[in-house]
Nanobody, 116 residues
């Protein structure tokens, strides 16, 4: 199965710290669709964190508004999620996908752990 998105940039960070996630997407996916970042904790449903349209408009979940910034680089077919002021409750596996999400496009995700 061809993987259309590859997430990277996760890791372990202390509360209040920052991370930048990257999502390398196939050109056909990236150029046509709005792209989103999602997250999922064990035993919970996957939730939308933020999305960005092809025109650059953005929207965020209330829980991350003011702390996270989504952006996209057309030259690199890459979507970023800059995460600042991280909290323990941000600990999750983070995924990118088109917005709205399509089941066949889920990647492996990248683990973010916020802990002291």
């Amino acid at each position: 199965q061809v993987q259309l998105v590859v997430e990277s940039g996760g890791g372990l960070v202390q509360p209040g710290g920052s991370l930048r996630l990257s999502c390398a997407a196939s050109g056909s996916l990236f150029s046509i669709y709005a792209m989103g970042w999602y997250r999922q904790a064990p035993g919970k449903q996957r939730e939308l964190v933020a999305f960005i349209t092809t025109g650059g408009s953005t929207k965020y979940a209330e829980s991350v508004k003011g702390r996270f910034t989504i952006s996209r680089d057309g030259a690199k077919n890459t979507v970023y999620l800059q995460m600042n002021s991280l909290k323990p409750e941000d600990t999750d596996v983070y995924y990118c996908n088109k917005y709205p999400a399509y089941d066949r496009y889920w990647g492996q995700g990248t683990q973010v752990t916020v802990s002291s």
